[in-house]
């Protein structure tokens, strides 16, 4: 990655030279940055993929790249909406480890087997590597009509995995088989094109470091705040320059993240509804319905007109790994008021790329599509870079700025109480049943005949639900 001091100030990469190629410490040519280039396909509305070889002898699957989640998964049979699945049985190097894993979402869910079998990737590190690998045998609206892509790659943290943390993740692997620095780079060109269109865009997946052909200007990092999904802090939305005056706190709420899975920008309810305000406000339209902004109208422009310039620009401030400071990454309207389809020869309809969520605010490809994205593992940061391909019509279409004071806002921003951990969770609930039930035990003893009997339910179910499927495709 190029490694920025604190002043924001660029400097040389260590782990590339200026042309991206491989360490001259590295004989087998293992990182080839520039070989990575251009490997990922696909769209904002249906993700990101990168073609893979499984098995031996290998067969070629595209694999969804989704930083919001951990396990490696492929269709493992023949499903309708999937073009092609692995077929472990043609596999010699493929061994089941005989574990059921399922994977739930509260739009979506898979059931398989964990296995390992080795990999290759075409235009990725040099080699073969044996990887756990999730074959799917069932699904539910997991695998949708149209996507070109037939498995997942998750390359979020351990504490993610399923059906436990002590499932190693393919980038794990990678890291400790290939030797190569813990940290990747992504970026996703799909800047002003239509979603779900009929072409696919470019993007690129850098193991084990940055290509600099990839960004322009400086890398701003900002600190992983916990390591299971990349949990970064927000300090403050602007809406055409203005403050939304929030306590920084809701913009945390519970958590916000870094998800190349997710399609939309989704904002805890309470910050969606100041954004959506603000946006109206500002705006140069005087009456729109509301379906746009909750997602279940399109607006419609005459092909000649170009509509952003009817909106404002959304900024949001993330802190710098100096706590003093922050820094602000901001997209123009071409990012988030998206081309959906056309109406004939004169009209063109486009989307709100913003939703609301009920549990975190998600950085997805609405944002990820205007800069380069460094989730740097080693040192527990996230660095965002502008890119050169969020441009249209030849102008770019997202901004970095800073540093900025933080002398406006909490020195924390993120609640210091999580249950983010399923052990964390079924320990809190071990502790309240326990109180409750010693509570019960000494109700009975004071006030109920002895001869009565309580009967105790404990209905809570814990479920670690990733923001894998939830809101993706709209």
């Given amino acids: 990655v190029v490694l920025r001091p604190a002043s924001g100030s660029r400097q040389q990469d260590p782990l590339s030279g200026a042309d991206g190629l491989a360490l001259a410490s590295d004989p087998g040519g293992t990182l080839n940055f520039l070989a990575m280039v251009d490997n990922l396909q696909g769209d904002s509305g249906r993700g990101y993929y990168l073609e893979m070889l499984i098995g031996t002898p290998p067969q070629a699957l595209n694999i969804l790249v989704d930083t919001g989640s951990s396990n490696f998964a492929v269709a493992g049979v023949p499903d309708p909406d999937v073009t092609s699945y692995f077929n472990t049985k043609l596999s010699s190097t493929y061994k ?67 059906p436990s943390s002590s499932v190693e993740t393919f980038f794990d692997s990678i890291v400790s088989q290939a030797k190569i620095p ?61 403050n939304l005056e929030l306590d920084c706190r809701e913009y945390n709420a519970d958590k916000a993240i870094v ?32 379906g746009f902004w909750t997602g279940s109208q399109l607006a419609c422009w005459d092909k000649t007109e170009r509509p952003w310039s009817l909106f404002p620009k959304l900024s949001i401030y993330l802190r710098d790994e100096n706590s003093s400071r922050s820094f602000r990454i901001s997209i123009l309207p ?11 020869e004169n009209l063109q309809c486009y989307r709100f790329g913003i939703s609301s969520s009920t549990n975190a605010l998600v950085i997805g490809a609405t944002v990820m599509e205007g800069f380069y994205v460094i989730f740097d593992r080693a040192q527990r940061r996230v660095g ?61 003893l004071l006030l109920i005949p ?15 639900e990733s923001s894998l499927v939830r809101h993706r495709w709209k």
């Fill in 450 to 464: 002895p001869r009565c009997q309580h009967r105790y339910t404990d209905n809570d179910v814990v479920n670690d």
């Fill in 182 to 242: 813990n940290i990747f780079s992504l970026q996703m060109c799909g800047a002003g094109l239509p979603v779900s269109g009929s072409g696919t865009n470019g993007g690129s997946l850098v193991l084990g470091g940055i290509e600099p052909s990839l960004y322009r200007g400086d890398i701003w990092y900002t600190p992983i705040k916990e390591e299971w999904y990349y949990q970064v802090e927000i300090l403050k939305l602007e809406v055409g320059g203005q």
């Fill in 96 to 162: 089941s480890q005989g574990i059921d894993v399922t994977v739930k979402y509260s739009q979506g869910s898979w059931t398989g087997v964990l296995g390992t079998d080795v990999i290759t990737i075409p235009k990725g590190i040099y080699g073969s590597y044996t990887i756990n690998i999730a074959t799917i045998l069932e699904s539910e609206n997991f695998f949708l009509p149209g996507v070109k892509w037939h498995g997942i790659l998750g390359l979020a943290y351990d504490a993610l995995a399923k």
């Fill in 384 to 444: 965002f870079a502008v890119s050169p391909c969020a441009e249209v019509d030849g102008s770019p279409v997202s901004e970095i700025e800073g540093p900025f004071t933080t002398a406006d806002v909490a020195s924390n921003c993120v609640s210091s109480i999580s249950f983010h951990e399923p052990v964390l969770w079924i320990a809190s609930y071990a502790l309240m049943s326990l109180c409750g039930i010693i509570l019960l035990v000494l109700i009975i």
């Fill in 334 to 344: 071409q990012l988030y008021i998206q081309p959906i389809l056309g109406i004939g």
């Fill in 259 to 290: 998800d190349s899975g997710t399609t939309l920008l989704r904002l805890p309810q309470k910050v969606f509804g100041a954004v959506v305000q603000a946006i109206a406000r500002t705006s140069l339209i005087q009456e729109f319905s509301s």
